[in-house]
């Protein structure tokens, strides 16, 4: 009988998937991103009996209570967990902003510019939040310090989970550039490391067996986010201040700075502002508040 794996989780599992299709072509397996096509419940239904789970839920997650890894082992064969690849560093601008009814979606994306937002909010014209991108307001911004929070962050919260991410974000920017569509949006490369470590944990294929190369990237065709020019010089990548929208609204993806904020000042100026405020939005306002006025 032909081996069954699932992978669970976030919209990582579909770079994850195609990443075992590639070293394993001889298993059954299935990719479940919670909520996109079956919920947290009809997923847990679906995969008793299958041989190998490997999951993105931890055991805490209380949002998907039908999934923690202790409910579920009992159900199936092999239990591997590995951590949801989180690392706003390459973008800090990108935000989410939470309602009760879940994310308040953004132009092209559940995301939204921090500066957008508050310029926004603030009254500015489109052309003076324009100039709000640069060092000076990044630095006040704390955008700068941003990288490696996340990627200290990150290998830690690997590391807690047995797996060494130590070096890899500079690997990553040297093989292939900006490794984050957006904060948690990874570009394959990031999602192969992490099917091949996972899958050398369920025995499904030889400890020294490494990434392969030719993998499809699903989520290159979602909405990919700058790596703004002041902050992608000090990482060592190239500038970029483009932005492209999701290959399912279309061509053409490219889309400038300007044809951005333009975009977002028309949405919210169909919103109330209450549904612009977050925590993190605050703060921002008020630091610009104190800068501009």
């Not at 929070?149 to 830690?156: D, E, L, P």
């Amino acid at each position: 009988m032909t081996h069954r794996l699932a992978i669970i989780g976030s919209c990582q599992v579909s770079g994850m998937a195609s990443t075992a299709w590639q070293l394993r072509p001889d298993l059954h397996i299935e990719p479940h991103h919670i909520g996109a096509h079956l919920s947290a419940g009809e997923i847990a239904d679906r995969i008793v009996g299958f041989d190998t789970v490997i999951t993105q839920v931890a055991e805490g997650d209380s949002r998907f209570p039908e999934l923690v890894p202790s409910k579920i082992a009992r159900t199936i064969g092999k239990l591997v967990h590995i951590p949801i690849f989180v690392f706003p560093g390459l973008h800090p601008d990108m935000i989410y902003i939470f309602r009760d009814s879940g994310t308040l979606p953004g132009p092209f994306s559940e995301m939204h510019s921090l500066i957008v937002v508050v310029s926004y909010l603030l009254g500015l014209s489109e052309e003076r939040t324009r100039r709000l991108f640069n060092a000076y307001v990044f630095a006040r911004l704390g955008y700068f310090t941003s990288y490696e929070t996340s990627r200290q962050g990150m290998i830690a919260q690997f590391a807690e989970a047995g797996y060494d991410m130590q070096g890899m974000p500079e690997h990553w920017l040297g093989k292939s550039g900006a490794f984050m569509y957006t904060m948690n949006h990874p570009a394959i490369p990031v999602l192969a490391q992490m099917a091949v470590d996972a899958l050398k944990r369920t025995g499904l294929i030889p400890q020294d067996a490494t990434p392969p190369e030719d993998v499809d990237d699903y989520l290159s065709t979602a909405f990919v986010a700058p790596v703004f020019p002041s902050l992608a010089r000090r990482i060592g990548l190239a500038e970029n201040d483009r932005f492209l929208k999701p290959v399912s609204q279309g061509e053409p993806r490219d889309l400038s700075l300007e044809d951005y904020i333009s975009h977002s000042f028309a949405m919210y100026r169909d919103l109330p502002a209450a549904d612009l405020d977050s925590p993190q939005v605050r703060h921002a306002y008020d630091t610009l508040k104190a800068l501009l006025y």
